[in-house]
């Protein structure tokens, strides 16, 4: 498999093969960082994202709070997760870090503010 690294600014391009003799399972080639390595197993095994968006928020001198995950959740609910993200409003004041969803979906993740707006 190729894919392109997202871990940092580089941008390697990452070829994955399975490998049967590898402690890992798989070997990595074309990462300049072990970052890379790790990022290229992980896609193979189990994919993952951190989510960045926005909500509405109420009552403060912008209409869209920025939110993030605080980790990255399992690639295959990110849809789910933005469903949720998309019906949410909150009310001002918030403040940066402050917890938005705890345990968004189960995931373990929590949603917060990327911002703080008053």
Do not use: W
């Not at 990022?39 to 869209?64: D, F, H, W």
């Not at 690639?75 to 870090?97: H, Q, T, W, Y």
């Amino acid at each position: 498999m190729e894919t392109i690294c997202i871990v940092c600014p580089i941008g390697c391009r990452l070829h994955i093969l399975k490998d049967a003799n590898s402690s890992k399972g798989y070997i990595v080639k074309g990462n300049q960082c072990k970052r890379g390595e790790e990022y290229g197993i992980l896609e193979m095994t189990n994919p993952t994202r951190v989510i960045t968006s926005t909500i509405k928020i109420n009552n403060a001198q912008l209409c869209r709070l920025p939110v993030k995950t605080n980790r990255a959740i399992p690639k295959d609910m990110n849809f789910k997760c933005m469903k949720l993200i998309n019906s949410l409003e909150v009310d001002a004041p918030v403040r940066i870090g402050q917890i938005i969803v705890k345990d968004i979906l189960g995931t373990g993740v929590d949603l917060i503010a990327s911002r703080s707006m008053d």
